[in-house]
């Protein structure tokens, strides 16, 4: 039995307490002179040389039920400073998943990612302050990091790419986990690794971003407002100072410092995408002596074991498959040949490759906004850490000598550690994202990362100058160097936008931003230059053949036969597109015919749209103007024929009308900028578009196919619905006497009209079709009030097959307008205003008889008058 209850109890010559221990109860005593404690964690406080360990963690159990949460974390405070490592190596495990919850999902923590300042103020500063890079937490990591404390962390709660390559006998790329797999042992169940304290800690804190957990509804968190996005930015300013070096760690000991992990040297020769990524520890600590270190060498292992947790917990979800494609032939031996040692030392054959299972996963994995949004503030602060090396130490020719681990770290940080996961990061949020708003999320991560001029210490581009000044020629490299996250990713952005509603604001407003970006000066000639690079066939220099890679060797290779010079930065690209599409991947080119195809059809589509926009602008204004006195009273007749055409702009008004016609007209100038449009084009372009609608610009027709059974929808017409692009009129075709009852009208009225005009159709219907057979101007008279001529006209614009969509079969008398309220108001009005003139109802009712016959008598000779130009 485990019990933190203490139960004070007389002993002569000193004072003493039945204290609740795993096993039993113990009794403790001390001289008398100690003064009474009452809760058993002034006991652990006062004699912590002679509590057991498990009850100091029994104490602070019991502290999370009965404590509020200011008192508790005083109290770890004050644990953490007085205790030695030995005691506190027990508890940190529970501490660890107490502030960020279980790896499980089932317990929330501290819930960092709803932690906001302006809601729980007190909370949130004691929170920050405790978890701050330089605060007691961080101290107990480092406390036990000098006693060499290693902790189990199972493998199962690992991102389930690099489950899957662990339990396949995959030693996975990243250094982070190469001597560290450790079987099951006695009381533990499945693949585990063995992670100092600082790992340990980075671990629970990276995977509480992605573990799903069961926040209130009701709450509504800003991401950016929340303690875990500001954790995050401390760590990394902390950890990846843009300004100085790494704050060294505390010492623990008078005069000595916190040891950097053993440099990690596998046994066994391991695979990574095409290039082996040795960690930075190992080439920088183990070839400089220990006594006159530099404290960067010595730190840098923070520094790099921070960001590689980050992304491996962020970024890495992909599949098996994808993982095996992006390697050369070579890395797959590699691959083999360690699982085969892997596979005799454990005894055991290699498991098979469950594919559909890492498929399934990669389908179902989802990240959130917030996630997005975090690995946007790592990418802004990479390229502000990167940005922040030395102009002379970025050349590699100097850097090999004189520059420090810190400084290297800064220039391969980004191709090393974070372009190959970020590029398939985003193919998946591509891919599989929701066709919404939601997408800018993902479209400003992207965006940022392909602007790191943006974040360089000179500031270049916030000036006051309106126009957007060129990019200067030192920043190619990096545009060369990732070229497939500019071409590929925008070509599946262009597959997206076209398959969005283009007059909804907020999508206007992403393709104005990518648009602009692109548009930038130099920018696209940085990005043909790439493609240039790319496109130069191969030639197998003698002095580079132990890096030479692949080439398709398969017919419709982009590579032509004949044999120019290779230069160095022909060379990188290649690299970086065979690394990330593998050696059999076919590219196509950004600004290729087939891309350039897409482009036209999206700025025909930002026409239309733009088109849209002002009829539905032209058609809110007329509908208000239109609105009578009558209406607000609630008289005014509802259209139940018509249709509401699914977009925001109703909702945000005529302000974001016109902000969506200047995104979409902005972004049709900078396509046109990029890829060079003439005017000949574009207004070819706009003539397609204005020649689409009818007289009123209004009542569009999708694009559709006549045939025997009506129109056909083509899948442009299916496009165009579906984005309420265009649409039918889709409109009551039955007996309009049998129509369901408006909430305008009077049901008992409506039926008792219905009554009285089927007796007087029934008996007068043969006197009612000879008089409408007629070829004068009675037989016109009768036609106009008992046929009712707009049927075929309502046909035209319906998709139902004509054989379905019949009118009536003959003349007949209808007074179902006398049920309206909309009439009968109409009629009281009359009256009352001919009662003021001494009008009297008899009379008022022969007047509007006469006035009606008159009406009709006009009418009757307008439409014979029209009716030879109607065919």
Partial sequence: MTSAAATRAPWDGCCGWRVGVPGGWAFRCFPKT????????????????????????????????????????HDLVKVIEDFPAKELHCIFPWLVENIFGSLDGILVGWNLRCLQGRVNPIEYSIAMEFLDPSGPMMKLVYKLQAEDYKYDFPVSYLPEPVRACIQERILPECPLYHNKVQLPTAGTQGLHLALNPFEYYLFFFALSLVTQRNFPLSVHVRTSDCAYFILVDRYLTWFLPTEG?????????????????????????????????????KRHISHQPSVNADPA??????????????????????????????????????????????????????????????????????????????VRLLLKHLHAFSNSLKPEQVSPSTHSHTASP????????????????LYIFLQHCFGHWPLDASFRAVLEMWLSYLQPWRYAPEKQFLTADPQPRSIPEKWAPFVQENLLMYTKLFIGFLNRALRTDLVSPKNALMVFRVAKVFAQPNLAEMIQKGEQLFLEPELVIPHRQHRVFMTPPFPGNLLSSWPPT??????????????????????????????????????????????TANSLSDYSSETSANRSFLSWLGF?????????????????????????????????????????????????????????????GKKQLPDCIMSNEGPVLTPLGRYQIINGLRKFDIEYQGDVELQPIRSYEIAALVRLLFQVSSIINQRFSGKMDTLCSREDFLGAFCRYHLIDLSQSEKCRLSPMAPCRARGTSGPRVSLRFLASYRTLFSLLMVFFIASLFGIGPILGIVLILFIYLLYAVVMTAVTQKLKPHQH
């Fill in 34 to 73: 100690t003064a009474f404690l009452d809760s058993p964690w002034e006991i652990a406080m006062a004699l912590p040389h002679v509590q057991p360990p498990s009850f100091l963690l029994a104490s602070l159990k019991a502290d999370c039920v009965s404590k509020p949460f200011t008192q508790r974390c």
């Fill in 245 to 281: 070096n790494v704050v060294p760690p505390p010492s623990t000991t008078l005069g000595g410092t916190i040891p950097s992990p053993t440099p990690r040297t596998p046994t066994v020769p391991f695979t990574s995408y095409g290039l082996h990524h040795t960690s930075l520890l």
């Fill in 297 to 374: 060498s010595q730190e840098i292992w923070r520094s790099e074991t921070l960001l590689q947790v980050f992304v491996e917990m962020w970024l890495h979800h992909y599949s098996l498959e994808m993982y095996q494609k992006m390697q050369s032939p070579h890395a797959k031996l590699e691959v083999l040949h360690y699982r085969l040692s892997i596979s005799s030392s454990l005894h055991s054959s290699p498991a098979q490759p469950s594919y559909q299972a890492l498929h399934a996963y990669q389908e179902s994995f989802k990240p959130t906004e917030e996630h997005v949004l975090v």
């Fill in 406 to 421: 810190l400084e290297e770290f800064k220039r391969v940080v980004i191709p090393r550690f974070v372009q190959q996961k």
């Fill in 566 to 611: 290779v230069t160095d930065a022909s060379f990188k690209v290649k690299s970086h597109v065979y690394s990330l599409e593998g050696q059999d991947g076919q590219y196509k080119q950004m600004f290729g015919p087939e891309v350039r195809t897409l482009v036209l059809r999206l700025a025909q589509m930002i026409a239309q749209a733009k088109q």
């Fill in 636 to 696: 005014c007749p509802i259209d139940m024929n018509g249709t509401y055409c699914t977009n925001d702009l109703d909702e945000l008004g005529q302000d974001s009308i016109k902000k969506t016609d200047e995104y979409l007209e902005k972004a049709l100038e900078y396509l046109c900028q990029i890829f060079r449009l003439s005017e000949a084009q574009l207004s070819q372009l706009m003539m397609n578009v204005g020649a689409a609608p009818d007289e009123n």
